[in-house]
């Protein structure tokens, strides 16, 4: 079936669509490289996505923006966060920012994200054993959020209270994401100006500390990298819980050897990286004319870098639909590549690990309930909305 490329950053809209792999399958075999009008080109072939994502000459795209709406009133905060920067000023803010998420930093919170995740899971086992119980809701999202209060030392009575109802409450709704960063937006300023409030041990703290060469961050990168840290911590990391969890109950095959063998938890987490990814896309601005793919794109165009197409190139992986933990190709492009590689990406990995090996270790069934519901409130985030399942 050939499907219409949607023009420019209509694009966005195909994040809502049930064939949503079918789609995007569809537009990477007419065209790994398409020049979608507006000044915007699509990437859905994993060899100029890769070089495109690690293109020097490639700064930070539009398509957060274009999600929110170019002239919103939370583009100044995007416009400040470390994703949306280039340059000298990214080098200097992701330096500063990296120390929340240095390698000593995420393995020092491995026994502490196993106690949070364990009260969780039995709290939602003991649920899905009466009745069908929606697991993205109970579970997987909390773990990343307790994770995030816990890391800006934030009292869990202010959070449950005044910080959570910002990014959850309004969940599900097309205005979801434009709120949340608005919301938290709010009580960061508020926090910020408020200094006897923030914890010395906290990401607050931290980020507004000067670096080993006395450069620091402005107030405003401050609340926004804060903003940043909350909105992508939670989603995305919730997203990469449930997607894997899926895949298992969808695959009983695989989710008996993983029974039998915690070890093969880590290959589940790679393999739902690639083959379902919740952060499912990326994009660029072109600082000068680049060939991507063999098309010229010229100076001054948005990329859109389909990262759920390029992670099913079958030119790069072998029968690239299939959910296979034995897969022996690398190379997925989840965590982005080049300057703006995730920095979370360690922490993200660690909890779905804690999050697997804890439910796995007291259920003995998981099944699905109903079909899953897919998010429509955010078109960068692809997971479930409600994952409804049953435990015994």
């Not at 995007?78 to 949306?84: A, G, P």
């Not at 500390?209 to 609340?223: M, P």
């Amino acid at each position: 079936m050939r499907r219409d490329i949607p023009q420019g950053w209509r694009i966005l809209e195909i994040s809502a669509r049930d064939d949503y792999y079918e789609y995007w399958n569809d537009i990477r075999r007419q065209s790994p490289v398409h020049d979608a009008g507006d000044g915007l080109f699509v990437v859905s072939g994993w060899e100029p996505a890769h070089a495109g994502l690690r293109h020097p000459e490639l700064y930070a795209g539009s398509g957060v923006a274009a999600a929110f709406g170019f002239d919103s009133a939370v583009e100044a905060v995007v416009r400040n966060w470390l994703m949306s920067l280039n340059g000298d000023d990214h080098r200097r803010a992701r330096a500063l920012v990296a120390r929340v998420f240095t390698l000593r930093a995420v393995a020092a919170l491995e026994h502490k994200i196993r106690a949070i995740t364990r009260d969780i899971m039995r709290e939602f086992v003991q649920q899905a054993q009466q009745a069908p119980a929606n697991f993205s809701r109970i579970a997987a999202t909390r773990l990343p959020c307790e994770m995030i209060r816990t890391m800006f030392a934030i009292d869990p009575a202010e959070w449950t209270a005044q910080v959570e109802p910002l990014f959850l409450g309004a969940a599900g709704s097309q205005d979801h994401a434009f709120a949340a960063v608005s919301g938290l937006t709010t009580y960061f300023h508020q926090t910020i100006g408020n200094p006897g409030t923030c914890d010395p041990d906290g990401i607050i703290a931290l980020l507004r500390a000067a670096g080993s060469d006395g450069d620091r961050l402005s107030e405003a990168e401050v609340i926004a990298n804060c903003v940043l840290i909350v909105t992508a911590a939670v989603d995305t990391t919730a997203g990469l819980i449930a997607n894997a969890l899926v895949r298992l109950i969808e695959h009983p095959e695989i989710l008996a050897r993983v029974r039998a063998n915690p070890a093969l938890i880590p290959a589940v987490i790679e393999e739902t990286l690639r083959h379902c990814p919740s952060a499912p896309s990326s994009s660029r601005h072109a600082a000068t004319t680049v060939e991507l793919g063999g098309v010229t794109i010229p100076q001054g165009s948005d990329i859109f870098f389909s990262i759920s197409a390029a992670n099913r190139d079958p030119e790069r992986f072998a029968h690239p639909d299939r959910f296979d933990i034995d897969r022996q190709e690398t190379g997925a492009l989840t965590f982005g590549g080049g300057a703006h590689f995730c920095l979370g990406a360690g922490l993200a990995r660690l909890e779905a690990r804690v999050a697997l090996e804890e439910i796995l270790a007291i259920t003995n069934t998981i099944t699905l309930a109903e079909p899953v519901q897919w998010r429509t409130d955010n078109p960068v985030v692809r997971a479930p909305a409600n994952l409804m399942i049953t435990c015994s």
